[in-house]
């Protein structure tokens, strides 16, 4: 399961996971964050994986192969039009194999030289602070 929303408040998209996820639900889940952060225009993305645990093997393949590739044609397209940088900020889930997950992701996505900052944090005021830097 996942909850997904717009919070003005923080001017940020938020995604919240709770359990592992099918593929399904978890690209319906990453793909619907980024036609609402296109949408609200906003360059902050806060990723609450507190309660997510661990994500099924296609789930990351999918992830790594497809969406990020995806998400960063969107987000240059999204900068060629006068945009900020986005950022993502994901609030781990303290188990092992989660966090590990999250980890491995990070340091694909610096490898990768993406067009969009990511980083994981242990907490919320550290993640939103980072998005507000």
């Known amino acids: 399961m996942y ?8 001017r940020a998209v938020v995604l919240s996971f709770d359990g592992p996820l099918f593929f399904d639900e978890y690209k319906a889940a990453w793909m619907s964050a980024i036609e609402l952060i296109e949408r609200h225009r906003t360059h902050r993305f806060l990723i609450d994986a507190t309660n997510h645990k661990t994500s099924l093997p296609e789930n990351l393949i999918w992830f790594k192969e497809e969406f990020l590739r995806l998400a960063n044609s969107k987000v240059l397209s999204n900068r060629r ?5 986005i950022r993502a900020a994901k609030i781990k889930c303290p188990e092992s194999s989660a966090y590990e997950d999250a980890r491995v992701l990070e340091a694909f996505i610096r490898r990768e030289n993406f067009a969009f900052d990511y980083q994981v944090f242990d ?3 550290d993640a939103l602070e980072w998005l507000f830097e």
Not at 3 to 10: F, K, P, T, V
Not at 81 to 85: F, M, V
């Open 3 to 10: 909850q997904l929303h717009y919070d003005s408040n923080i």
């Open 81 to 85: 039009k006068g945009g900020r940088r």
């Open 123 to 125: 907490n919320k005021q």
